[in-house]
């Protein structure tokens, strides 16, 4: 499948071009690079924005394209993970809270509800889109921040009917959430056989395979990598293993906005959308207000 045919190429929102460059700078930055250094990374952010007036490359294409930039300007291996220590750092936070968490879970007359609550504010805990969180601050208010769109009769109906499903991961520090919430389901629907997925190789703060076995992802429930080197699911660029899985999973739960902005357009009712919008942008694309949380089921086109 091209990537022209699953997006229905229509060019990078010219709203994403600031943020871009900004991720850029931060990542940059990050790494120690220095001014003239940065200054190359930049450029190589705004050449392949222009480029993609006219090329069937997405956002996420991008950040890897600038991330690659970045680790050959500093001369490290293609494994070297920038957001290496804020991640740990995020983990270790969040497993720091999650125990408080779990109680206003465990305290709910809807533990599942709660649990997705949770893990859907969870999501703020991004790099990519914010360029900076306070993750200690964001943590306090995980349990009061409201959903404005809420498929949440739609997503229990397709759990009693599913045997399979498939948890798309997104970033460190999220990830510590997403796991009572598959605990939930576990509870609620003893039946469910479910595998998370987290990205093949390290990019901005988003989970890599190694990241979930930090926070005792892989002891809860079976884990693969999708074969993404992106920050979100690329189909056509993923890897066979995960396709024979995406393919048969029954019902899938799609976390953040890099697997938002990639599979909402393949119009999957299996898909439901779990995240916090974090700009204007995605409040048009979802249309949900900002700052707000989505269960979303994708619709057919």
Known sequence: MSIEKHHDWK???????????????????????????TRRIISVAETELKNSRTTPILVQHIVRRVTDAIICE??????FDIYREIKRQSNDLALSSVGKFQKIIDGSSSPLEKAIQIASAANIIDFGANH??????????????????????????RL?????????????????????????IQSEYPDIRITAV???????NDATLEDAEAVGFTSLVPCISSGSVYPGTVLPETSNEFRKLYD??????????????????????RIFF???????????????KKDYLVLMQGQEK
């Open 132 to 157: 900076s969180v306070d993750v200690e601050e964001e943590l306090r208010s995980l349990s009061d921040i409201a959903f404005d769109c809420y498929n949440i009769t739609e997503f229990r109906n």
């Open 274 to 288: 779990l995240l916090r919008i974090k700009c204007e942008y995605m409040a048009q694309l979802s249309g949900v």
């Open 74 to 79: 500093k001369e490290e291996s293609p494994d």
């Open 160 to 184: 009693a009917g599913s045997s399979t499903l498939l948890y798309l991961c997104d970033n460190c520090g999220e990830i510590v959430f997403d796991m009572p919430l598959i605990r939930e």
């Open 248 to 269: 048969s999973a029954d019902i899938i739960i799609s976390k953040g906005q890099g697997n938002f902005e990639t599979l909402l357009p393949t119009g999957d009712k």
């Open 198 to 204: 987290f990205r093949d190789k390290a990019i901005i």
């Open 11 to 37: 060019g990078i929102a010219s709203d994403c071009y600031p943020c871009s460059i900004n991720q850029a700078k931060a990542a940059s930055r990050l790494a120690g690079l220095d001014e003239e250094q």
